[in-house]
């Protein structure tokens, strides 16, 4: 299966910084078919990115995604207080689906 | 609205039996596959199961293979999970999530339920 690394593990940043969080993959991700998730305290996780770099359904377009193979990247251009949460990477381009271990993004 | 809600979870024993359901509504249930999701404290999230759109396709985490079984019912829009032999690492939160393209597996999870708590202590 493929393991996928995130880091760094916490990512301390002020509203208006902008963030870079990385996952490495230990195999290519066929097809790129990598997404991102964002989790809040006591809720689901949400769909923020999907196919390395296309942004789901409501998410703004200060979220980016990009990447490829082994190595994929989410950026946020300039937080906003909303978007300190922890972010989860995803591989669905293998079974079984697997998922990053999470990168915590909070506030400064 | 589209939406997934999970029901079931509960404080078991360990080796007993548990049965989670899923309530879909707002969506063709039929044209997706769906999967179970979990997430125990502190851990990072494990997909447990998928069943295709038609329910004849069933896959499984090795972690839950032979003890687990994932069925639903077009019909009605629901999903269950029959948790067997359960074990304390069986214990997390369960969410019942959506495939994104429809029927296709893997795939992203564009809808997820709120999630239901399963512990299995003694």
């Known amino acids: 299966e493929i393991v996928l690394t995130q880091s760094p593990g916490t990512l301390s940043l002020s509203p208006g910084e902008r963030a870079t969080l990385s996952c490495r993959a230990s195999?290519?991700?066929?097809?790129?078919?990598l997404a991102w998730y964002q989790q809040k305290p006591g809720q689901a996780p949400r769909l923020v990115i999907y196919?390395?770099?296309t942004r789901a359904t409501g998410i703004p377009d200060r979220f980016s995604g990009s990447g490829s193979g082994t190595e994929f990247t989410l950026t946020i251009s300039r937080l906003e207080p909303e978007d300190f949460a922890v972010y989860y990477c995803?591989?669905?381009?293998?079974?079984?689906?697997?998922f990053g271990q999470g990168t915590r993004l909070e506030i400064k | 609205q589209v939406q997934l809600v999970e029901s079931g979870g509960g404080v078991v024993q360990p080796g007993r039996s548990l049965r989670l359901s899923c309530a879909a509504s707002g969506f063709t249930f039929s044209n997706y596959a769906i999967h179970w999701v979990r997430q125990a404290p502190g851990r990072r999230l494990e997909w447990v199961a998928v069943i295709s759109f038609v329910g004849n396709n069933k896959y499984y985490a090795d972690s839950v293979k032979g003890r687990f079984t994932i069925s639903r019912d077009n019909s009605k829009s629901t999903l269950d999970l029959q948790m067997n032999s359960l074990r304390a690492e069986d214990t997390a939160v369960y969410y019942c999530?959506?495939?994104?393209?429809?029927?296709?597996?893997?795939?992203?999870?564009?809808?997820w339920g709120q999630g239901t708590k399963v512990t299995v202590s003694s």
């Open positions: 196919v390395a770099s």
């Open positions: 995803q591989q669905y381009g293998s079974s079984p689906i697997t």
């Open positions: 195999q290519s991700v066929s097809s790129s078919y």
């Open positions: 999530v959506r495939s994104k393209r429809g029927p296709t597996y893997p795939d992203a999870f564009d809808i």
